[in-house]
């Protein structure tokens, strides 16, 4: 089992509406999560974190942790094309001392 | 420096020839990452520091690959005898590492490396 999975994608959605992205991982003790955005071309930026269950929000995006079914998403509300990126799910490891490991990414493409 | 800095930018080098990456990290993070990224492919983890030490080298493709870090902070990537699969962006990346509650990892723009 892979410790960080994501499905590829493409997740397709239209202008406006909401994008629903998920990663599962596999340490229990993971205590970090993270998401990222890349552009075509462009290196991993981070978007948003978060640590404890439940849902954090910023802006347009809302990060869910749900640490006893081990999953975290992240909600895009009022997407825009501008959103269309891979999203990569990171999560830290707590072998190899916090080691941060990233899930393969969802590729989103948002249509006007 | 304010970010994670990458030289050089671009790299062409000839098939079987070395080559050295270097990575200068966020002043003060701990942990260090390389990552390489084939055209329209996901992250492929190389090797993660902590400190000077390297904890997980699992990633590296083969014993023509090896980095190095000094002094806790500039990491170096050398490839060896390289070949046309090595083309690729190298990507570094650091955190501040051992405490679950500052370890999220900032990238550099990375190395492009076209082997011809």
């Known amino acids: 089992q892979k410790e960080v999975e994501q499905n590829s994608g493409p997740l397709s959605v239209p202008e406006g509406a909401i994008a629903s992205l998920n990663c599962t991982y596999s340490?229990?003790?993971?205590?970090?999560f993270f998401w990222y955005r890349q552009y075509s071309g462009k290196s991993p930026e981070l978007i948003m974190f978060?640590?404890?269950?439940g849902d954090k929000e910023d802006g347009r995006f809302t990060a869910q942790l749900n640490k006893a079914s081990q999953y975290v998403s992240l909600l895009i509300r009022d997407s825009q094309p501008s959103d269309s990126a891979t999203y990569l799910c990171?999560?830290?490891?707590?072998?190899?001392?916090?080691?941060?490991?990233f899930g393969a990414g969802t590729i989103l493409r948002v249509k006007s | 420096g304010a970010g994670v800095s990458q030289s050089p930018s671009n790299k062409v080098t000839e098939k079987g020839k070395d080559v050295e990456l270097r990575c200068d990290p966020i002043?003060?993070?701990?942990?260090l990452y390389w990552y390489r990224q084939s055209l329209g492919q996901g992250l492929e983890f190389l090797i993660y520091?902590?400190?000077?030490?390297?904890?997980?080298k699992s990633g590296l493709p083969s014993d023509r690959f090896s980095a190095e870090r000094t002094g806790g902070s500039v990491s170096t990537l050398t490839i060896q005898r390289t070949q046309q699969e090595d083309s690729a962006v190298y990507l570094c990346?650091?955190?501040?590492?051992?405490?679950?509650?500052?370890?999220?990892?900032?990238f550099g723009q990375g190395t492009r490396l076209t082997v011809v």
């Open positions: 002043s003060g993070h701990t942990a």
């Open positions: 340490d229990r003790g993971s205590q970090s």
């Open positions: 990171a999560v830290n490891i707590q072998e190899y001392g916090n080691k941060l490991v």
């Open positions: 520091f902590q400190g000077n030490s390297a904890p997980d």
């Open positions: 978060i640590y404890s269950n």
């Open positions: 990346a650091s955190s501040g590492g051992e405490f679950y509650l500052n370890t999220e990892a900032f």
